[in-house]
């Protein structure tokens, strides 16, 4: 469920550092939490033949995509995600179609596998009916959505009611999504930054809960719940393994802040390290 994601902002680890503390995670008990290690497509060559799973972000436009999947083919690197931002806000459809073609070429090529996802991040400034246009390409190439939740400013933090709606596109058009910054902690929490943080437990239980049905002011309330019992409460009386069909991962600078957010609220056992 967690994007290692150190090697970005805050964080900004070494590279290698941060390549050998993921692989050491994976020797865990608690590694079935924690996805791919998150790298920019100008990393490749540093991880060349390393055996770590990635998720690569392609740094420039759709033009890089088949760059950057055929040098990790080339280098032996295990990419098994891509995740892209459309570069243009004045018109996300064009852009989006962009991307749609740059992937179907890779996948062609024989440079990009078919079951690599493929995560497309619609600028948030796109007026929403340009940006459901755009969510419209995206999943009509079966392609998937990534949000972004936070960042290094507080224009970075979408509101409940646009992350609500976001949510609600998404399970529209029954289509996958990941989060990426400021979603480390599980409960919607104002951080040292003095930011508004939306929390992985209540996307998560908002997630479900809008699959389910419940209108998009109840989805909003959830993702403004700042009481973990609350929250706790509600999550236990979910299938929450279904809502991960749909919010696959997030991305996080920290494994361990979520791990130890999910123990504190009794949503892991703490033998879970005991046996380590």
Not at 108 to 122: A, K, Q, R, S
Not at 181 to 200: I, K, P, Q, S, Y
Request: aromatic content about 6%; overall charge negative.
């Amino acid at each position: 469920m967690v994007d290692d994601a150190a090697i970005f902002p805050p964080v900004d680890a070494p590279i290698h550092e941060a390549a050998g503390s993921h692989q050491a995670r994976r020797h865990e008990p608690y590694a079935d939490l924690v996805g791919t290690f998150v790298v920019r497509d100008t990393d490749i060559p540093i991880l060349r033949g390393t055996p770590l799973a990635l998720s690569v972000v392609v740094t420039g436009g759709a033009g890089q995509i088949s760059g950057a999947a055929g040098l990790g083919r080339k280098l032996h690197v295990a990419i098994e995600g891509l995740e892209i931002a459309l570069r243009d806000p004045a018109d996300p459809v064009g852009a989006a179609r962009r991307v749609v073609t740059a992937v179907d070429a890779a996948r062609t090529e024989g440079i990009l596998d078919d079951h690599v996802p493929v995560y497309v991040e619609i600028p948030s400034s796109c007026p929403e009916p340009a940006w459901l246009a755009a969510a419209d390409e995206v999943a009509a190439a079966e392609l998937r959505l990534k949000f972004r939740t936070g960042g290094l400013e507080a224009h970075a933090f979408p509101s409940a009611a646009a992350l609500a709606a976001w949510i609600d596109a998404a399970l529209d058009r029954e289509t996958s999504f990941k989060c990426t910054a400021g979603l480390h902690r599980a409960v919607r929490h104002t951080g040292d930054d003095g930011f508004e943080h939306h929390g992985f437990l209540n996307l998560l239980v908002a997630t479900r809960q809008a699959f389910d049905g419940s209108p998009r002011a109840e989805v909003v309330d959830l993702l403004e719940e700042r009481e973990p019992a609350v929250l706790v409460e509600t999550a236990r009386d979910l299938d929450l393994a279904g809502a991960r069909r749909w919010f696959t991962s997030f991305g996080s600078c920290s494994v361990s802040e979520p791990l130890d957010d999910l123990l504190a609220l009794g949503l892991i056992g703490p033998g879970l390290l005991e046996e380590s």
